[in-house]
């Protein structure tokens, strides 16, 4: 299992094996005549799914989130994100 990095607000570490950490988020891309715009994620495949990442709050998180425009995408946001936790 992956280990992400802490949030930079709380200091909680995500937990990709929960379902509510990392998740579709009901929008989807797709392109255009050259120009990638969002829809619902019910009119394109499941590889064009935007997804967030989610510091969940019932598990002791503060709800801080980044989305990407795919899972992969988010989680890289998320690992490159400015600013950290001082233990």
């Given at each position: 299992?992956?280990?992400?990095?802490?949030?930079?607000?709380c200091?909680?570490?995500?937990?990709?094996?929960?379902?509510?950490?990392?998740?579709?988020?009901?929008?989807?891309?797709?392109v255009?005549?050259?120009?990638?715009?969002?829809?619902?994620?019910?009119?394109?495949?499941?590889?064009?799914?935007?997804?967030?990442?989610?510091?969940?709050?019932?598990?002791?998180?503060?709800?801080?989130?980044?989305?990407?425009?795919?899972?992969?995408?988010?989680?890289?946001?998320?690992?490159?994100?400015?600013?950290?936790?001082?233990?």
């Open positions: 299992m992956q280990r992400l990095k802490p949030c930079p607000f200091g909680k570490v995500p937990d990709l094996e929960d379902p509510d950490t990392l998740y579709p988020n009901g929008t989807g891309w797709k255009t005549k050259g120009f990638r715009h969002y829809v619902s994620f019910r009119d394109v495949p499941k590889e064009q799914w935007c997804y967030t990442l989610h510091c969940v709050t019932t598990s002791g998180g503060c709800g801080a989130e980044v989305s990407g425009d795919s899972a992969e995408e988010a989680i890289s946001k998320w690992e490159k994100r400015h600013g950290h936790v001082q233990a």
